[in-house]
């Protein structure tokens, strides 16, 4: 079966940082979601890449599909503490379920 | 608001009782997952309905769960004779369709089984 693995496991950052979070897949990516929880919260999808070599980005957040290594990561710029949450990365586990990474937690401290 | 809504948000039982969770997704969407995530771990997909029809089961743990949605619409998660390693919060989310798009996650109902 599908697994994810996500680094790091946490992060801490000064406001204002720059950040790489990763997702490693033990078999290939057909599909790669990247979402965010905040506690208590459902996931709010933040982006799906499907090919290889794919770029995508929304306001400071950037995500890249590397199909060749089955790996994405994801990048925020200029952090701020309204990034703060859990990101979690979810890949396509068949015709109709995702599976997901453990999580990174991100705290930005102002 | 016209996002997935999950009822209720968070359910207190006692060891070995029967509970109900309900998801009402988004209109119009046929597809509808629930998954359980607990702490520390990324959500873990339990069960798909396309229509009425629970088309994958093959996370439901055991035969103590059992999900349906007759309607094709509303969908409750029913859970037999509680343990307290089901203690989690149970997420559902709807799509337009399936293969597999952008899933629309409601809130989540935490379950906490004393």
């Not at chain 1, 994801?74 to 990101?87: D, E, F, K, M, V």
């Not at chain 2, 997935?4 to 597809?31: F, M, W």
């Not at chain 2, 439901?60 to 409750?76: K, Q, Y």
Request: hydrophobic share 30%.
């Amino acid at each position: 079966s599908q697994e994810l693995e996500q680094s790091p496991q946490s992060l801490i950052v000064q406001e204002g940082k720059n950040l790489t979070i990763n997702c490693t897949s033990s078999k290939t990516l057909y599909g790669l979601y990247w979402y965010k929880q905040k506690y208590g919260e459902g996931l709010i999808f933040l982006m799906m890449l499907q090919k290889g070599g794919e770029e995508k980005s929304h306001e400071k957040i950037t995500a890249k599909l590397d199909e060749k290594k089955q790996q994405s990561s994801l990048h925020i710029t200029a952090s701020q503490p309204s990034h703060a949450g859990i990101y979690l990365c979810g890949a396509a586990g068949g015709y109709n379920k995702l599976i997901f990474g453990a999580g990174t937690r991100l705290a930005v401290h102002p | 608001g016209a996002g997935v809504s999950q009822t209720p948000s968070n359910k207190v039982t006692e060891k070995g009782k029967y509970v109900e969770l309900r998801c009402d997704p988004i209109s119009g969407h046929t597809a509808l997952y629930w998954y359980r995530q607990s702490l520390g771990q990324g959500p873990e997909f339990l069960i798909y309905f396309q229509g009425t029809g629970a088309a994958d089961d093959s996370g439901l743990p055991n035969d103590r769960f059992f999900a349906v949605r007759p309607e094709g619409s509303v969908s409750t998660l029913k859970i037999q004779r509680t343990e307290r390693g089901d203690s989690a919060v149970y997420l559902c989310a709807s799509s337009l369709t399936a293969p597999v798009n952008e899933q629309f996650f409601g809130p989540g109902t935490r379950l906490t089984v004393l």
